[in-house]
């Protein structure tokens, strides 16, 4: 199989996993489209260094997570040079998102995460909406099964003590 | 509308998203090299580290070396004043000596 035959099937196989995992991350459409065209091209350009090692999903996967991860941390530097916080900014993208078509509940879950560190925000999101098991999780991000386990419950735990905290306001 | 965790996405939508994945093979192909490119391609990069560290080096070297003072004028005078004290090769005329 050649590199082109390579890039079609990761194309078919993943883009659309892809693509729901980039937009969790950077909650726009329009965002989670650039990232899939970045994480794309990346793949593509490290295509022959890929030796068949690792999982095709694994070595994707690490290079979407990393490409991810990337961009978040320069729109982070952005935002702050101009003095603000890209959380909030995240906040304001799910409050105005047009393709955003749920509950209440679900728009404050998305807004939860937001309150979450780095790690424990890959994990809740690769676990949570991916529903990825926590072996191919720790391939993906080099860390171990118990590792991701704790951070998981640490993250589901902040997630929920921010909700009810949020549900506790809206009563009052 | 396909909808997924309260998001949703028109039809079709990933279809699309792929034919323009796709084509990143073909407006990006300059980086997938020949196969003779890639042999060599590793010689080049070995090399050019070698003529790197060889400048880097004699560079620092130039930089820290401790330059070499002129010591001719002072190492004369020293040679002067054994002349004068010892006289080795008794250069003195006679009759600048004192006569007892």
Redesign the interface.
Known sequence: MDANELFQRIVKEYSERIWWTARRFVNSQEDADDLTQDIFLKIWTALPSYRGEAQLFTWVYRIAVNEAMDRLRREKVRAALRFASLDAEMERRIDNDPWFDGTPAERSLSKAILALPEKQRQVFILRYYDEMPYEEMSQILDTSVGALKASYHIAREKVEAILKDEAAGLNL | ?A???????PDGY?DS??S???S??DT?PS???TGFV?KVAPYFAYAASLVAAVLLGSFILRKTAVPEVDNSAWEDNLVAEVLMSADPYAIVFESETVNP
């Open positions: 509308m909808k997924k965790n309260g998001i949703k996405t990933f998203l792929q323009r994945l796709i990143i093979a990006a980086v997938h090299k890639r």
